[in-house]
T-cell receptor, first 115, second 112 residues
């Protein structure tokens, strides 16, 4: 158990809909990262928050948004869903803001299926 | 563009033998490299890392080698065990980097 909690574990929805994925980081971790893993793809970095502030953006679509709340949990909002958004979405957390001094701890992921 | 590449999608090795997983990177700013292991229905878990000031790091049965001039790293597992069967992701980060860049993964199968 990494200590990172993601909900829901599975989600099935229709095209055009909007969903929210939730992540609770490990106790004491200030950084939250969101990654997307599509079929046959590696983990694609979407966005990072550190202590409530956005720190870095990766390949995140404009239809997607995220935020980190004062209690440090984070939500990833996906709107106007398309079939291609079907993927495994991982949340990861770490103590520090940068990634060259330590590891990231990953949740089990939220599997999104868009029909 | 994929800055971290794992060109072998899968690898099959007999129990007791050595498993060698390879990874190439293109960004010369990367100075910290990690390997993650992922079992089905679980999130990736950290396995081993190496800083660019080193060319080798060892942890039990796992050794990571870094060849900076070739922009190549490899993970050696000796001896391989059936419980090592998983997907292995190579990842890299630059100084003050805010995100790990991952490869697509190599699925390792260790057969008895």
């Amino acid at each position: 158990d990494s200590g990172v909690t993601q909900t829901p574990k599975h989600l099935i929805t229709a095209t055009g809909q909007r969903v929210t994925l939730r992540c609770s980081p490990r106790s004491g971790d200030l950084s939250v990262y969101w990654y997307q893993q599509s079929l046959d793809q590696g983990l694609q970095f979407l966005i990072q928050y550190y202590n409530g502030e956005e720190r870095a953006k990766g390949n995140i679509l404009e239809r997607f948004s995220a935020q980190q709340f004062p209690d440090l949990h984070s939500e990833l909002n996906l709107s106007s869903l398309e079939l291609g958004d079907s993927a495994l979405y991982f949340c990861a957390s770490s103590v520090v803001a940068t990634t060259n001094t330590g590891e990231l701890f990953f949740g089990e992921g939220s599997r999104l299926t868009v029909l | 563009d994929q800055q971290v590449k794992q060109n072998s999608p899968s690898l099959s090795v007999q129990e007791g033998r050595i498993s060698i997983l390879n990874c190439d990177y293109t960004n010369s700013m990367f100075d910290y490299f990690l390997w993650y292991k992922k079992y089905p229905a679980e999130g990736p878990t950290f396995l081993i890392s190496i800083s660019s000031i080193k060319d080798k790091n060892e942890d039990g049965r796992f050794t990571v080698f870094l060849n900076k001039s070739a922009k190549h790293l490899s993970l050696h597992i000796v001896p391989s065990q059936p419980g090592d069967s998983a997907v292995y992701f190579c990842a890299a980060s630059a100084t003050s980097g805010y995100a790990l860049n991952f490869g697509k993964g190599t699925s390792l199968l260790v057969t008895p």
